[in-house]
């Protein structure tokens, strides 16, 4: 007999047997797709892993229904990069098969699928089968497979559905909800119907009496002949020097059509710079040195300061590998900020740059999936948020990770909750490829890496340029309190400086943290915020208890009365928002626009790229926000930051609070100044003698490296301990905490290292589940893998306890 081990994309560890024809065992391959049945009526997309003649022990083998490619879609080495995934993360090999995969590549018996609205059906080209199924969804919006099947009654639909995607006449209906809308460029054509020399001629004639819409015509065949390429509106108007309302006028009498195409989509077909890039002699000098490092080391971290020019040096290490055929995969923290890198790497590489995150449709995403496993020319370079990562590369030769220090390359839910960065260099490992990580402001594992001649490491430290990095200006607000100097949240300090910059037509910045809602008590007199005496971090105060409670070790004291180091009794527990800061901007500044760049107003559609287009386009003088702002940013014609209250990121209650807050004020700060004039910063704080912001000041990161080291060491954090948080959830309050008591019981007998916990975390109950939390802390000389598989076998024998098996559980490696 004949068998196939499959992975389901579900979670489940295990890999399952099915049996197969002797033909299809010679058939199949690693990698191929197969459409299996699995429970009582369900089918599921598997994954073929390995074929052999061992029949399974446990159950009785169920067939395949059918093989559904001809070449395997994933690569041997993407199924060994899941495991070792699996592994690190402690999660099942099924998650990693679903969260690696085009949900389009992934068809299972309850998926939806619609009917795409936009395209244009010519039922006459339809096979009968797909014309049953297209006449079914005219009755219905949407059908699930499980339908389909009995609409057609046969098991084997699925590559009917593949190719009615294909042929764009179905779509999966996403659940998941699109927050990310790329930018749309509009366009114009002309209508077909005068596309002809006949038709022009006619064209023509009709529009004999006006001059102007003739004209425009005119240019428009002229930019057709020169170009070759679709012609945005924005660029006919410029060229033919006439208004929007006249092209609108020949849309309206159907002489022109418009028409939209992502930015980010669309084929490049212009010509590449044909001045290749220059570097200057300081790039020069760091690149040849990243080269150096790799001739030695597999990963190189270039530590390059704000605006010195990182992205040249990455285009400049692109070439190399596209010279040698080879692929290059291009890691960046946000998907907002694609738009800007792709337009700079295809003025190099014009159309060899594909770009692919999960809020893509899903034929796109399919369309670079397959680029990438024929290895096409389109796709050689792939720039992507982290999911990126799991595309099959064929000849990887090497992946940039820019601003490498950021949060979002962790996932954190669902599993596999993986960190990008972490698992590039995994991959890059199966691949014997490189990685470059850039950075202004490394993460202390990565700098700790580089120290200790893990990674090499490549230090920038000027601008491009001769740009001078920005004067940096420390305001007490104590002071200013106690002088009554602040008009709201501003001190008089900056609003002079703000004044001055407006009156020389320049761009403000003003920087608030989100966190600064995170509920902590401070001290309007000295500005003092309790921390934990274990831990090092700030206590959070928790309103329904009247308590401050540490997260991380569970200490707790009553909220204070007055407070421990002044003992004013003038507390207060209110953060403030980016949305105060701009009311109060209204009345200092009624004459300058505002806007304002946080969640809320980047949410709605092209939120986020409206805003960076206005205020690159100066139609916006003063910037609020919050994060994003610190995300990589160009502009050119900011000359101050304001960063409103820095003390509300150096007292967030996480053990990495003085690494980010130091990160955040100095990547904030960058975006000043950038081109030939010197900026400025003023950061207001109540203590300006806090030695992440003298750091900040000086632009110490070394500094700030070698104390938050040294903390790390006392307290027990990475790099010298790796952290695994286990999070349960429930309904039921007292059963949960009972739960937990049990699991940190057994974990801290099983295991011998610190086992922290059980924690409340500040939400401890979402969606009517309460949550508690363990943390489990590995020491460097303990070995992971032996750790891991003692605390995987603790929690299963968690779950076999009968009372808490409706308790879930999930597992968060280097959650931090
Ligand atoms: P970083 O990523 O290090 O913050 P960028 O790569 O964004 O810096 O570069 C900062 C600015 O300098 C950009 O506007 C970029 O176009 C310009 N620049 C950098 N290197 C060069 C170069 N070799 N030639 C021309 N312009 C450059
Ligand atoms: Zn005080
Ligand atoms: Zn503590």
């Known amino acids: 007999m004949f068998f196939v081990e499959v992975i389901l994309p579900l979670a489940l560890a295990k890999t399952f047997t099915y049996q197969v024809s002797e033909t299809e065992y010679h058939f199949i391959k690693k990698g191929m797709r197969l459409a299996v049945p699995f429970g009582k009526s369900k089918i599921y997309t598997a994954i073929a892993l390995e074929l052999h003649q061992n029949e399974p022990v446990l159950y009785q083998a169920k067939e395949i229904h059918q093989i559904l490619d001809h070449e395997p879609i994933v690569t041997s080495i993407q199924i060994d990069h899941w495991f070792w995934i699996a592994t690190y993360y402690m999660c099942s090999i099924g998650e990693l ?85 790329p930018k749309l460029v509009r366009y114009v054509r002309l209508h077909p119907q005068y596309n002809s020399q006949d038709g022009l001629t006619a064209l023509l004639e009709q529009l004999k009496n006006a001059n102007k819409q003739k004209e425009i015509v005119l240019h428009y065949f002229q930019l057709n002949a020169t170009e070759k390429k679709p012609i945005p509106i924005k660029k006919l108007v410029e060229s033919a020097k006439v208004t929007t309302a006249t092209v609108k006028a020949l849309i309206d009498k159907a002489v022109f059509e418009e028409y939209y195409i992502q930015q980010d989509r669309i084929i490049y077909s212009g010509a590449v710079s044909s001045k290749s890039l220059k570097l200057s002699t300081s790039q020069q000098t760091a690149f040849d040195a990243i080269q150096n490092q790799f001739s030695q080391k597999e990963v190189c971290l270039l530590h390059g300061v704000t605006a010195s020019g990182k992205t040249e040096i990455y285009i400049k290490w692109i070439e190399e590998y596209l010279v040698k055929g080879k692929q290059v995969l291009y890691l ?61 590369f064929q000849e990887l030769g090497g992946i940039i990770i820019d601003e490498e220090h950021e949060q979002t390359f962790k996932q954190t839910d669902p599993a596999p909750r993986y960190h990008a960065r972490d698992a590039a260099i995994v991959l890059a490992n199966f691949h014997k490829s490189k990685v470059l990580l850039g950075s202004a402001t490394p993460s202390l594992e990565t700098y700790y890496n580089a120290q200790t001649a893990k990674y090499g490491l490549v230090t920038l430290k000027e601008r491009f340029g001769n740009g001078q990095m920005p004067v940096i200006e420390l305001v007490d607000l ?86 421990h180091s002044c003992s004013s009794i003038d507390l207060t527990t209110k953060g403030f928002g980016t949305e105060q800061i701009e009311l109060e901007l209204l009345s200092l500044f009624p004459n300058a626009k505002c806007g304002r760049m946080d969640q809320d107003t980047t949410r709605g559609k092209y939120g986020f790229e409206k805003i960076i287009d206005s205020f690159k386009n100066q139609e916006i003088d003063i910037l609020v926000g919050t994060q994003m702002l610190a995300k990589g940013l160009d502009f050119d014609n900011v000359s101050l930051v304001g960063i409103m209250n820095a003390d509300n990121m150096l007292y967030h209650p996480d053990f990495r609070a003085f690494e980010r807050s130091f990160q ?47 903390d790390r060491q006392i307290y027990k954090y990475p790099p010298y301990y790796r952290l695994i948080k286990i999070t349960l959830k429930h309904r039921d309050f007292d059963k949960l905490k009972e739960g937990a008591m049990w699991l940190y019981q057994v974990m801290s007998q099983s295991l011998f290292m610190p086992v922290l916990g059980p924690e409340e975390p500040a939400v401890n109950r979402i969606r009517n589940e309460y949550i508690r939390t363990i943390m489990i802390k590995i020491p460097q000389d303990k070995p992971i893998g032996g750790t891991k598989k003692m605390i995987q076998k603790v929690l299963n024998s968690f779950e076999a306890v009968a009372q808490y098996r409706a308790i879930k559980v999930s597992t968060n490696v280097d959650f931090y």
């Open 97 to 181: 098969y679903r969260g690696a995969m085009p949900s389009a590549l992934l068809l299972e018996s309850e998926t939806v699928v619609t009917v795409q609205s936009s395209s244009f059906v010519n039922e006459m080209q339809l096979s009968d089968e797909e014309y049953l199924v297209f006449q079914a969804l005219q009755q219905q919006s949407s059908l699930k497979i499980n339908d389909i099947i009995a609409i057609l009654n046969k098991k084997n639909v699925f590559p009917i559905i593949h190719k009615m995607i294909d042929k764009n006449i179905l779509v999966l209906q996403e659940e998941i909800s699109e927050n990310y809308k």
């Open 332 to 392: 960046l923290p946000e998907i907002a900020l694609t738009t800007q890198l792709v337009s700079r790497l295809r003025l190099h590489f014009g159309d060899k740059v594909a770009v692919f995150h999960s809020k893509y449709n899903n034929n796109e995403r399919v369309e670079v999936w397959q680029q990438v496993l024929n290895n096409s020319g389109k796709a050689q370079i792939v720039i992507g948020a982290r999911s990126a990562l799991f595309l099959p």
């Open 478 to 563: 104590k002071d200013k309190y106690f002088r009554k100097r602040m008009k709201g949240h501003f001190s008089d300090t900056l609003i002079e400086e703000i004044s001055v910059a407006l009156s020389l037509g320049e761009q403000v910045i003003l920087f608030q943290n989100r966190r600064g809602f995170s509920p902590v008590i401070e001290c309007m007199t000295c500005g003092h915020i309790p921390q934990c005496p274990q831990c090092d971090v700030s206590l959070t105060y928790h309103k329904f208890k009247n308590q401050l409670r540490c997260h991380y070790c569970g200490y707790a004291i009553g909220k204070p009365t007055n407070c």
């Open 664 to 710: 955040m004020m100095t990547q904030v700060a960058g975006r000043s100044g950038r081109a030939e004039k010197q900026g400025k910063v003023i950061i207001q704080t109540y203590n300006p003698l806090h030695n992440t912001i003298q750091q900040v000041t000086r632009n110490d990161f070394e500094g700030m490296y070698k104390e938050q080291l040294y």
